[in-house]
């Protein structure tokens, strides 16, 4: 039986940093290798590699991306036939991301229109919303991530609850729900699930140990907090249909 129980089956991770050398998830060929291993056991089947998109910081890193998924497809495809990989990058908003985009500079979400993208922490709610609508103006549609981490929108939920009326995907990580970034982001997790606003629960992973690519904890604890067919949605059915599947 997958490890999401008869009900949820395999997962789909849109949220990953698995590729190596690209940005601050895995280091080298073998972390990467070790990342694919730990995804495939714990249950994962479709994973979008989604590294930083943020050249101030990481540099033009496209061609590294395209160098280490090349590598990652192979052994994949070796070890892992009925595993599947996807492109995407996580784009750190700025005034230039739009254009962009537009240009192919970065990456949609297995090409197609969803955006996964990601702010400074301390951004307020005015340019989230403002950043967030302007990529939707341009057809994109945006998929926040983490949005667990803004103090700014889950302080009352209210502006997280606007954000979903206006058609925002939202991204909470899998170890905030199971706990592994503390209390307090745990509790906020449960309440934004409980309230039914979020949309993906993806894994954001960057290594093996503080940070590892497995969905199946946050399997478990969804299927008890609000049933095994809220946790299917959370970890496949949506995901599947933000990349197109
Ligand atoms: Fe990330």
Redesign the pocket.
């Given at each position: 039986m997958m490890p999401g129980g008869k009900n949820v089956g395999s997962f789909t991770d849109i949220?990953s940093?698995m590729l190596s050398g690209v940005d601050d998830g895995a280091h080298d060929d073998n972390e990467m290798f070790l990342m694919l291993d730990m995804a495939y056991k714990t249950g994962t089947r479709r994973i979008c590699l989604?590294p930083?998109f943020n050249p101030e910081i990481w540099g033009d890193n496209n061609q590294k991306f395209e160098d280490a998924f090349a590598r990652l497809s192979e052994y994949t495809a070796k070890n892992y036939p009925d595993m599947s990989l996807y492109t995407g990058n996580?784009i750190c908003y700025s005034q230039s991301s739009i254009g962009q985009l537009n240009r192919r500079e970065c990456k949609t979400l297995n090409g197609g229109k969803h955006v996964l993208v990601?702010f400074h922490p301390g951004e307020s709610y005015c340019a989230i919303r403002s950043a967030l609508l302007d990529l939707m103006g341009y057809g994109y549609i945006p998929v926040l991530?983490?949005a667990e981490r803004y103090e700014c929108i889950t302080s009352t939920l209210d502006e997280l609850h606007e954000l979903n009326w206006l058609g925002v995907v939202i991204q909470l990580s899998a170890s905030s729900l199971i706990g592994r970034r503390g209390e307090p982001l745990r509790k906020k997790t449960f309440k934004i699930l409980k309230k039914g606003l979020a949309d993906v629960v993806a894994s954001?992973a960057?290594n093996i140990t503080t940070r590892p690519p497995c969905l199946d904890g946050a399997a478990k604890i969804l299927s008890k907090l609000c049933g095994e067919n809220c946790a299917a949605l959370l970890l496949r059915i949506n995901p599947d249909k933000i990349l197109g599947l």
């Amino acid at each position: 039986m997958m490890p999401g129980g008869k009900n949820v089956g395999s997962f789909t991770d849109i949220h990953s940093h698995m590729l190596s050398g690209v940005d601050d998830g895995a280091h080298d060929d073998n972390e990467m290798f070790l990342m694919l291993d730990m995804a495939y056991k714990t249950g994962t089947r479709r994973i979008c590699l989604t590294p930083h998109f943020n050249p101030e910081i990481w540099g033009d890193n496209n061609q590294k991306f395209e160098d280490a998924f090349a590598r990652l497809s192979e052994y994949t495809a070796k070890n892992y036939p009925d595993m599947s990989l996807y492109t995407g990058n996580e784009i750190c908003y700025s005034q230039s991301s739009i254009g962009q985009l537009n240009r192919r500079e970065c990456k949609t979400l297995n090409g197609g229109k969803h955006v996964l993208v990601d702010f400074h922490p301390g951004e307020s709610y005015c340019a989230i919303r403002s950043a967030l609508l302007d990529l939707m103006g341009y057809g994109y549609i945006p998929v926040l991530a983490h949005a667990e981490r803004y103090e700014c929108i889950t302080s009352t939920l209210d502006e997280l609850h606007e954000l979903n009326w206006l058609g925002v995907v939202i991204q909470l990580s899998a170890s905030s729900l199971i706990g592994r970034r503390g209390e307090p982001l745990r509790k906020k997790t449960f309440k934004i699930l409980k309230k039914g606003l979020a949309d993906v629960v993806a894994s954001d992973a960057h290594n093996i140990t503080t940070r590892p690519p497995c969905l199946d904890g946050a399997a478990k604890i969804l299927s008890k907090l609000c049933g095994e067919n809220c946790a299917a949605l959370l970890l496949r059915i949506n995901p599947d249909k933000i990349l197109g599947l």
